[in-house]
């Protein structure tokens, strides 16, 4: 068990793992009492399993190697459910650790079901049954024990088996390109961007119009602004339901700032009750061409309804068929749009999807392919 928390040593190993194809790599942190992603250990292997684990809080320790060796073309980067980790890493580069390979999307690739976690895809594959006593130790506290800095670095070490096997699977299945499609997002920067103006899409509000829709992104974007500043968890800022009221009843003055819930008097009376409204003024003169338009649901015709359930039952088949996780093959809004519209912009009706989900649907949906039981299995039976 190796922790490395000199500069020199760390970018030793960096150099020997730069001459490799590909390196696997896992982070442990916290985020409960942060806005941002607080790192406390990085986890490295080597193709052989020679892993190390990175201390990012030891003193001194300069870990722009590891950043090189982040953005090295030449090295193939393995995560398991790499979001959250590119996103610490990003916060700390500026850019996308590239090139990347994430197993739990290559595992729905090959018919591992959705999202399946690290621990089962292990069991799965190398028929090891991890510990994970350690998960939700406290990783900023130090020294770190035996037993933390094995399970750490069993997460890579591990890592590397699962990774040889599924890229064996997907070559022989000729699906290497479906996991590079479905990374896209992963490979995006914009993934990894708060765009405060953006955060109010994620808060649900009664009854919502325009004028309460344009002072929620005004105060929404204030929260993140100030959570982000402060480096806190934006709810400790001001709650979701809070911002809501807010914006239904678009106080204009202390008085009534103060009949919002959960408000108090030290916040009304301070400067953050003064930023909020200034930030509901600056909604209100804007101009109404800006402000965001709410979405109209569409009540779906009985027909609809059912067409939905029927392509939802195909995409079962289709899944089970193809070995692929149904999550990877179409969404629910995908099943959705195809309903509506033969020709709805949506991932289901292009590149593999449509070949193996999209055309059948169609077909489904104007009458050219049943589903029905035969021999107590669910099938497909084309309509002559």
Known sequence: MTIITDSDELAAFCKELA????ITIDTEFLREKTYYPKLCLIQLSSPDKTACAVDPLAKG???????????????????????QDLEIFYNLMGCVAT???????????C?????????????NIASIQIDKSSQFTDWSIRPLSNKQVKYALGDVTHLCDVYKNLHTKLKKKDRCSWVIMEEEILNNPDTYKNDPYKAWERI???SPRSRSLAVL???????????????????WVIRDDTLADMANQVPHDKKQLMKIRNISKDVVDGRFGDLILKAIEAALTSPKETWPVPQKKTALSPNVIITIDILKMLLKIESTEHGVAAKIIASSEDIKAIALDDNALVPALKGWRREIFGEDALAVKHGLLAIAVKDGKITKIPVT
């Open 204 to 206: 649900k509000i009664r």
């Open 99 to 109: 090139p990347i390979f994430d197993t739990q999307v290559a595992a729905m690739a």
């Open 61 to 83: 320790i300069d870990i722009s190697p590891l950043f090189d060796l982040l953005q090295n073309k030449a090295v193939l980067k393995v995560f398991h459910a790499a979001r």
């Open 217 to 235: 992104r005004e105060l929404a974007a204030l929260r993140e602004q100030q959570a982000q500043k402060r480096n806190i968890p934006k709810n």
């Open 111 to 123: 018919g591992y079901g959705d999202s399946i976690s690290y621990e089962k895809l292990v069991n």
């Open 19 to 22: 001459q490799e194809e590909f």
